[in-house]
C-alpha cells in the first residue's frame, strides 16, 4: 500500500509527511519520524548555524543501510516557500555549471529537508547576502580524522594543540564531535579574500605536523595517515562543505556532530566518551544551551 501521507501546518506552512514508521537505523530501531522529530526539537540551536548558508543534502530514502547520494539542485521539486539560492559549480560531476541550492532559514524548511530524508546536512564556512553571492569564510574550520588504530582520543590531544596555536593568534576555537570518527574544531573570523582561511588553516597544519610528527599529519595521502591524526584543513576550501552542528550522521546509529566542552575534550580517555546520539543531544541542549553560540557573534576578530 502506497503511504500518501499526512498533511501538517509548521508555522504556516502546508507539508505532507510521508512514511515516518520507515526504520532509519535498524541497529536502533530509529524511524523516519523520530528523525523529524529530532530536527523539530533540535531546531532552536541549529537553525542559526545553517541559515543563508547553501545546504548540500545528503538523502538515505530508505535509512543507513540504504543508498544515498548528495543533492545540490533541489528546484525542481522544493515548495514555492523554500529560498534557494543559485550557486556556480564549475566542474560538476553532472556537467551543470550552476545549482539552486536550499537556504534552511526557519523550521518547515528544515522539516521539508528532514521530510526528504536528509539524514546528513553540509553548509560551507561562507554565507550569502540577501541578493545572493558569495560573502567572504566568516567561520576558519579543521576536521580532525583518525587513521587508525588512532581514534577520537588522539584527536583531542591534537585538538588541545591546536586550540593553543589559535590562541597565540589571537583566535578562540570551539570544538564539535564529527558525529563519525574525529572532531572539528571552530573559530568565528573576519577575513578579506575567500582564500585567507584555507592559506592559514594548511600553514597551521603544516607546522603542527613540523611539531608533532609522531601523532600529526596534514597531507592527505592515505598510506601515511595510519596510526596518525589528519588535520584537515582542505575543509576551508569555498567549494566544500563541512557536516553542520546538531546534524545527525548515517552511521550504525543516530550519533550527531555534537558541540562539546574543552573539559570534555580534555578528559577523554576512550572513544564512547564523545559519543552522542540524538536523545543525548537534546538533554545537552537543555542543560548547556549551544556551546556553539559564539559562532554566531557579529564580531569577529579578523584573520
Known amino acids: 500500500m502506497t503511504d500518501t501521507g499526512q498533511l501538517v501546518d509548521i508555522e504556516g506552512r502546508r507539508l505532507r509527511m510521508s512514511h515516518l514508521d520507515k526504520v532509519f537505523y535498524p541497529d536502533s530501531d530509529f524511524t523516519k519520524g523520530r528523525l523529524v522529530e529530532y530536527y523539530a526539537r533540535v531546531a532552536p540551536v541549529l537553525l542559526p548555524h545553517v541559515r543563508d548558508r547553501p545546504l548540500t543534502l545528503k538523502r538515505y530514502p530508505n535509512g543507513v543501510e540504504g543508498k544515498s547520494f548528495f543533492e545540490k539542485n533541489v528546484s525542481g521539486h522544493a515548495p514555492d516557500w523554500v529560498r534557494t539560492v543559485r550557486i556556480e559549480t564549475p566542474g560538476s560531476t553532472r556537467g551543470a555549471e550552476s545549482a539552486d541550492f536550499a537556504l534552511v532559514q526557519d523550521l518547515p524548511t528544515l522539516m521539508w529537508v528532514a521530510q526528504l530524508a536528509s539524514i546528513e546536512l553540509h553548509v560551507p564556512q561562507w554565507t550569502v547576502g540577501p541578493r545572493g553571492g558569495h560573502r567572504n569564510p566568516d567561520l576558519l574550520v579543521f576536521d580532525l580524522d583518525p587513521g587508525a588504530p588512532a581514534t577520537i582520543v588522539e584527536c583531542c590531544e591534537v585538538a588541545l594543540w591546536l586550540r593553543d596555536e589559535l590562541a597565540d593568534d589571537g583566535l578562540t576555537a570551539y570544538p564539535k564531535t564529527s558525529g563519525s570518527k574525529g572532531l572539528q574544531l571552530y573559530a568565528p573570523v573576519r577575513t578579506r579574500s575567500p582564500e585567507r582561511t584555507s592559506d592559514y588553516a594548511k600553514r597551521l597544519a603544516e607546522e603542527l605536523e613540523r611539531k608533532h610528527r609522531d601523532l600529526v599529519i596534514s597531507r592527505m595521502t592515505r598510506n601515511l595517515r595510519d596510526?596518525?591524526?589528519?588535520?584537515?584543513?582542505?575543509?576551508?576550501n569555498p567549494k566544500k562543505t563541512t557536516i553542520a552542528p546538531y546534524s545527525l550522521?548515517?552511521?550504525?546509529?543516530?550519533?550527531?556532530?555534537?558541540?562539546?566542552?574543552?573539559?570534555?575534550?580534555?578528559?577523554?580517555?576512550?572513544?564512547?566518551?564523545?559519543?552522542?546520539?540524538?536523545?543525548?543531544?537534546?538533554?545537552?541542549?537543555?542543560?548547556?544551551?549551544?556551546?556553539?553560540?559564539?559562532?554566531?557573534?557579529?564580531?569577529?576578530?579578523?584573520?
Open 227 to 236: 596510526g596518525k591524526v589528519l588535520i584537515d584543513w582542505s575543509q576551508n
Open 249 to 303: 550522521r548515517a552511521r550504525p546509529s543516530p550519533t550527531v556532530s555534537t558541540p562539546v566542552t574543552w573539559e570534555e575534550v580534555e578528559r577523554c580517555s576512550h572513544p564512547s566518551d564523545l559519543v552522542f546520539v540524538a536523545d543525548d543531544v537534546l538533554e545537552r541542549v537543555d542543560d548547556l544551551g549551544d556551546l556553539l553560540a559564539p559562532l554566531l557573534a557579529e564580531h569577529r576578530p579578523a584573520l
